[in-house]
């Protein structure tokens, strides 16, 4: 049998972490100048489709044009998803599934990098409501992968290279490096040791420092704020993380019944992502400030417009963005989402100072706020939020109300049941996976991290129910490396080493995370 992860990747040395550190590094350089690239075509793309549909409302006969060109487009786009499904949405579940140990049949990573990159400035060039960051994230998990394949030393070596290209994406396209960091912690690792946490932020700061040369040190988002939010107004803050909570569900259940109206539609790939080409050319000529990632909408939150006209303008954005990822074309929803939640705050700070006479000088505040637990509505991902939101503002003033609204708006969602988009959209993807694995004859060494008061915790080795075919090689608790034997306990904190079949890495994952949850 071939061992895919060879032993030496359990027993690493300081030098060996060193090693890695470096590597991490260059997959930081290399996802960073890939994502600066891909912000800089899509910024081109946007304005494009400004100056597109800016030319033909006051030349409409061009319209009859526009259609059958946009047609050639989603035939394009439609044949490159077709031929490559890896490209299709956001590409965050793609990457967490990968990790996870599915898609072992996929296309390489370098014809993902390449369609992905070209079909998603295809889609912003025509002006429809995507995000550039989801993309961002699998372009760098990419290089991440390639490196990997060359350099990595081990497959979870590999799966850390990948992670870090993906933190280094996010960091690229936000300027937000930390977070970056926690979005590979916190959403795609959902763990981390010591040598994963000084890799992620490794490949991210080396990545933002490659976006900053070219960016500049500017905040994605200009928000001057004033004061802070005085603590006799946090029943506010309660308030609004409930209705963010509320939102942030509607829009998970929108968007996946949308998915599934595409699915149930007898209609070639092409065709579906024509409709939001289609929508595109009407909203282009009527309402211009719903195209593209966002960025028109938010300057006009800044703006005198009048409450009803904001919230329309909310609901057109929220809908175009929802049947535009849901056609499957290459495209994200992390910045849609976040300007959504910013226009959801500009709504509550305009009727609470109308109102209820809030100070009027507190209203970007809650324009921040909202990002925050919108954001933490639907990903569930609140470290994630909160930090990113402080480096795209690049303010420090509104941690503890950050973390308010994110709590509130997170324990309302779930208890509304709904579930956390990258998941959801995981689960959807992994339909058409179902079936009993069979043996590759390859082995895998994976880590687990014991939780506290978890099943696993304080039992001995010999009373763990081990699923068939699997081995528990290694316990790891701080700096010591134990050889685990029958009567060897494991202890809350432990990082327990497995090693099994690869095929049989998911299924061996979830039973063990069964067992691992605290009681």
Not at 43 to 56: C, M, P, W
Not at 297 to 303: I, Q, R
Not at 392 to 400: E, F, G, I, V, W
Not at 401 to 426: C, F
């Amino acid at each position: 049998m071939k061992l895919e992860n060879n032993y030496h990747s359990l027993t690493n040395s300081v030098f060996d972490n060193v090693i890695l550190i470096l590597k991490s590094m260059l997959v930081g350089v290399c996802a960073g100048g890939i994502a600066v690239l891909y912000r800089l075509v899509l910024g081109k793309g946007e304005s494009f489709a400004f100056s597109l549909y800016d030319f033909v409302s006051g030349n409409l006969l061009w319209i009859l044009l526009l259609i059958p060109i946009f047609g050639i487009v989603a035939y394009l786009i439609g044949k490159m998803v077709d031929y490559n499904p890896m490209i299709s949405g956001s590409g965050i579940p793609q990457i967490e599934g990968i990790l996870k140990g599915y898609f072992l049949k996929r296309k390489s990573w370098f014809s993902t990098l390449v369609c992905k990159f070209v079909g998603g400035a295809m889609g912003i060039a025509g002006g429809l409501s995507l995000g550039r960051e989801g993309p961002s994230i699998q372009l760098g998990a990419n290089v991440g992968e390639a490196i990997g394949n060359r350099l990595g030393n081990g497959r979870l070596e590999k799966k850390i290279l990948i992670a870090g290209g993906a933190s280094a994406g996010l960091a690229a396209a936000f300027n937000a490096p930390l977070a970056g960091v926690m979005f590979a912690l916190e959403e795609i690792f959902k763990y981390f040791t010591p040598v994963i946490l000084l890799s992620m932020m490794s490949a991210a700061v080396a990545s933002d420092f490659i976006s900053k040369q070219i960016f500049g040190m500017q905040p994605i988002f200009e928000l001057p704020v004033i004061q802070s939010i005085p603590l006799s107004g946090y029943g506010y803050l309660i308030l609004l993380g409930i209705l963010l909570g509320v939102f942030g569900a509607i829009y998970n259940y929108v968007l996946l019944r949308t998915k599934d109206l595409y699915k149930s539609l007898s209609l070639p790939t092409w065709v579906k992502i024509w409709i939001p080409f289609l929508l595109a050319i009407v909203f282009g000529i009527t309402m211009p400030q719903v195209l593209g990632g966002g960025h028109a909408l938010f300057e006009e939150m800044n703006s005198d417009l009048v409450l009803t006209t904001m919230i329309v303008f909310l609901l057109v954005k929220f809908l175009f963005s929802v049947i535009s990822f849901g056609s499957g074309i290459p495209g994200g929803i992390f910045f849609p989402l976040i300007v959504l939640g910013a226009g959801i705050g500009s709504v509550y700070a305009k009727a609470i100072i109308s109102f209820l006479g809030v100070d009027p000088i507190l209203f970007h505040n809650f324009i921040i706020l909202a990002m925050a637990g919108y954001f933490t509505a639907i990903v569930r991902a609140p470290l994630t939020g909160i930090i990113l939101v402080t480096e795209m503002t690049n303010s420090l003033a509104h941690l503890l109300s950050l973390t308010v609204v994110s709590l509130v708006a997170y324990a309302v969602a779930d208890l509304l049941k709904s579930p956390p988009v990258y998941e959801a959209l995981l689960d959807g993807m992994l339909d058409k996976e179902q079936g009993e694995p069979k043996e590759s004859g390859k082995r895998i060494v994976f880590e687990i991290l014991v939780q506290h008061e978890s099943m696993l915790a304080n039992k001995m080795v010999k009373d763990i129910s081990l699923p068939e075919g699997t081995l528990l090689v290694e316990i790891r608790r701080g700096e010591y490396r134990i050889l685990p034997k029958g009567n060897t306990k494991i202890k809350e904190g432990d990082t327990i080493s497995v090693l099994t079949d690869v095929n049989l890495e998911c299924s061996v994952k979830e039973a063990l995370e069964v067992q691992n949850q605290s009681t």
